[in-house]
């Protein structure tokens, strides 16, 4: 915990072993649904596509053989419908219940049912060996599609297939959650949302999977249910008998099997922990960030990049957004997208925040995020070349029309534009030209647009720091993007292993930037936000305060414990931290003193912080 | 006077976050029902009908696809809008 700074956030979570927990079975998996869970596995068997009968009809039998794979649709068909009707409204899976009308068009679809029948007629196959044959012909033609989420829709063809080749082969419908015992860890290769639904109820206390990712139906049917759960563990429904004892860490990933008294012993204080810690936390997201005496109110935003981000963010406690990033947009395909389709996504975006704000960030393209559309040349350094507002005056065309999508969306909610990597005020008087020239053309094409969108500087360049001043007569408002703006500081890449010791937020060049940018704020009375990592990191909340920010923007899951903390402290205590904090030389020294003042605050806190941090993506 | 059959097309994009995934995919093909019309849409040179789960995922079309939607029957440029209207505006889902 002394060396929390030299966390490098941006890899991948650590999947060696944690060596405190050394000696037990451990396997490492991904955490997609947060909290620990300890009790008896319950594996739950399947059978596999690859074993069934095959044999060649005689002429005679076709028709009965196609009758049998019909009834076993039909009882397939039933059973989905029956699971489904187990969950009703305001069932936290209701949410969800459109799975089952996928899944039961799926048992209907021509491809799937009548191409079973035709190759039983047409191959003389019998009904299982037909239908797994159809089942990896529609699987394999999944496999070409390049959006992840549609190729992974393979799966469930592939769990309807599953249903009925187990209804014709005779084998009862799995068990259901009422005939498992109390505090059941279901076990399983892969569980289709169905089996998810059906193994749920107060019997099943979490979930440890063989396959699937963070976006598989089980993990998020997990997040829904509050379960914790951890995928991707690949061979844990082989290596675990029923009735083994388990822990599954949903926030760390880490299932351990048959652990000992200590481990049990640590683990069951880490439960208690995270359990109350996560209903009081919770409860602060609803409320506003101000502080203890009142003095200073700070507006909590998130940082969202996709649609179904921005329902979490409200629900955490976001009072908009801080940051919406549109390079996904851009990136992942081969054509560029056009003013209509940027004008939907970003309607939706505000109309789903109204009347919060919501900042736009013009493309950030370029460096690392490169898409072949946008037919960037290579750069020796491309993280110092062609891209984001520089690209965007380059590509005017592309510029045009994503400022016109935004301008247009405009009327349907609070809109903000923020500009990123500008370095200096001509192009920014550039920009702001060009904004104005496109305004001109809406206006006479006669399409409406918002009058007061409020325009914004990423101030993540150190030139842009040294020019805040400048940069506030042209703005409306500067936002401190700290991702980059500490790796053009310290001319490191934050990725490279060499020299990622030297990333640090809480460096005092760090905060000497941040308080020259918050010194221009209180001397010309522009809003300063935040939107870096930095902002949504809970020991960094008394020295943000402190330097002045009026807005911080950040991951969602943030929200509830930066706000709780704001609310906690009174601004002259932040100001007095930050003072003696600005006198240390050395960042390691104001690690250890933000660090000691926060354990012995708010000790609770810290130690939630502690447990998750290990799980920071 | 519409013909019999006369077949309608049209240009789509698809503007929802998602494209055209499962829960899109289910919703065309259940309100298809609805109509006694043909309605196919097509993608490259990858044709699928609206009535398929299967053929609307196996379509692949992510955000920013342009599609052409064709239809023969009655009702054909009603089952079009119903469709346009399921591709672009998708109420905001928290789970996909």
Redesign the interface.
């Given at each position: 915990m002394k060396n929390r700074n030299k966390i490098d956030r941006t890899k991948a979570p650590d999947t060696t072993q944690p060596a405190e927990i050394e000696g037990n079975k451990i396997l490492k998996g991904i955490g997609v649904s947060a909290g620990v869970a300890i009790g008896q596995a319950a594996v739950i068997e399947r059978l596999t596509t690859e074993i069934y009968p095959q044999c060649i009809l005689e002429t005679a039998d076709i028709d009965t053989e196609i009758q049998r794979f019909e009834a076993a649709v039909k009882d397939a068909a039933n059973q989905l419908k029956e699971i489904k009707k187990t969950i009703g409204p305001g069932h936290p899976l209701d949410?969800?219940l459109?799975?089952f009308?996928?899944h039961i068009?799926?048992l209907e679809?021509?491809?799937?049912f009548q191409g079973t029948k035709e190759l039983i007629a047409s191959g003389r196959q019998n009904a299982e060996w037909a239908l797994s044959e159809i089942i990896g012909r529609?699987t394999s033609?999944?496999d070409t599609?390049?959006?992840e989420?549609?190729r992974e829709?393979a799966r469930?063809?592939h769990f309807v297939g599953e249903r009925v080749l187990r209804i014709l082969m005779g084998h009862s419908e799995e068990r259901r959650s009422h005939e498992l015992p109390l505090n059941s860890i279901i076990i399983a290769h892969d569980l289709s949302p169905a089996d998810t639904a059906q193994f749920q109820g107060e019997r099943v206390i979490g979930f440890a999977i063989d396959m699937g990712g963070r976006?598989s139906h089980t993990a998020?049917m997990a997040?829904?249910l509050k379960i914790p759960a951890v995928t991707g563990l690949e061979h844990i429904s082989r290596s675990v008998q029923t009735g083994d004892t388990i822990i599954v860490d949903g926030t760390t990933g880490v299932v351990i099997v048959d652990p000992d008294g200590d481990t049990l012993y640590r683990y069951r204080d880490r439960q208690q922990v995270f359990l109350k810690y996560q209903e009081s936390l919770m409860g602060y997201g609803a409320l506003p960030a101000v502080t203890a005496d009142g003095e200073c109110s700070v507006r909590i935003y998130a940082n969202v990049e996709?649609?179904?981000e921005?329902?979490?963010a409200l629900g955490h406690g976001a009072e908009g957004i801080g940051l919406f990033r549109t390079e996904y947009?851009f990136l992942g395909?081969k054509?560029l997208?056009?003013e209509?389709?940027q004008?939907?996504?970003y309607r939706?975006v505000l109309e789903?925040n109204r009347p919060h704000p919501v900042t736009i960030r013009t493309l950030d393209a370029g460096a690392d995020k490169v898409s072949p559309a946008l037919n960037v040349g290579k750069e020796t350094n491309p993280a110092m070349g062609l891209r984001a507002i520089r690209l965007c005056l380059k590509r005017r065309d592309l510029f045009r029309t994503q400022l016109r999508a935004i301008l247009r969306a405009s009327v349907h909610g609070n809109c903000r534009i923020l500009f990123p990597m500008i370095s200096c005020l001509t192009e920014l008087i550039e920009t702001k030209a060009f904004l104005e020239e496109v305004k001109q053309e809406l206006s006479k094409e006669g399409e409406p647009f918002s009058p007061n969108v409020k325009l914004g500087v990423l101030v993540e360049v150190p030139s842009a720091v040294t020019i805040a001043d400048m940069l506030a007569k042209e703005a409306d408002f500067l936002s401190i993007g700290t991702n980059d703006l500490i790796q053009y500081a310290f001319a490191i890449d934050r990725l490279n292993e060499h020299v990622n010791y030297l990333y640090d937020t809480l460096h005092p060049a760090v905060i000497r930037l941040i308080r020259q940018v918050t010194a221009v704020a209180q001397a010309t009375g522009i809003t300063v936000a935040m939107c870096g990592e930095m902002a949504g990191d809970p020991l960094n909340v008394p020295i943000l305060l402190g330097l002045g920010l009026d807005e911080l923007s950040m991951n969602a899951l943030s929200i509830p414990m930066v706000k709780k903390f704001i609310r906690s402290m009174t601004i002259d205590e932040c100001r007095e931290l930050t003072n003696e904090a600005l006198q240390m030389q050395d960042r390691k020294e104001i690690h250890d003193f933000l660090e000691s003042w926060i354990r012995e605050r708010f000790p609770e806190d810290y130690f939630a912080l502690h447990s998750q941090q290990t799980n920071d993506r | 006077m519409i013909k019999e059959n006369e077949v309608f097309s049209k240009s789509l994009?698809?503007?929802?976050?998602?494209?055209?995934?499962?829960?899109v995919?289910?919703?065309i093909?259940?309100r298809m029902q609805e109509f006694r019309c043909e309605v196919t849409l097509i993608k490259d040179d990858v044709e699928v009908?609206a009535r398929?789960?299967?053929?609307l995922?196996?379509l692949?079309a992510?955000?920013?696809t342009e599609i052409v939607a064709k239809a023969t029957g009655p009702g054909s440029m009603e089952a079009i809008d119903v469709i346009d209207r399921l591709i672009?505006?998708e109420e905001?889902?928290?789970?996909?």
């Open positions: 949410n969800h459109y799975i009308d996928t068009l799926l679809d021509r491809m799937f529609i033609a999944f599609i390049e959006d989420y549609l829709r469930d063809i976006t998020i997040r829904s996709l649609m179904d921005i329902e979490i947009l395909r054509d997208p056009d209509e389709e004008y939907g996504v939706q789903a | 994009t698809v503007t929802n976050g998602l494209g055209i995934h499962a829960r995919a289910t919703k093909v259940q009908s398929s789960v299967l053929g995922l196996l692949a992510s955000p920013g672009k505006n905001s889902e928290q789970n996909r």
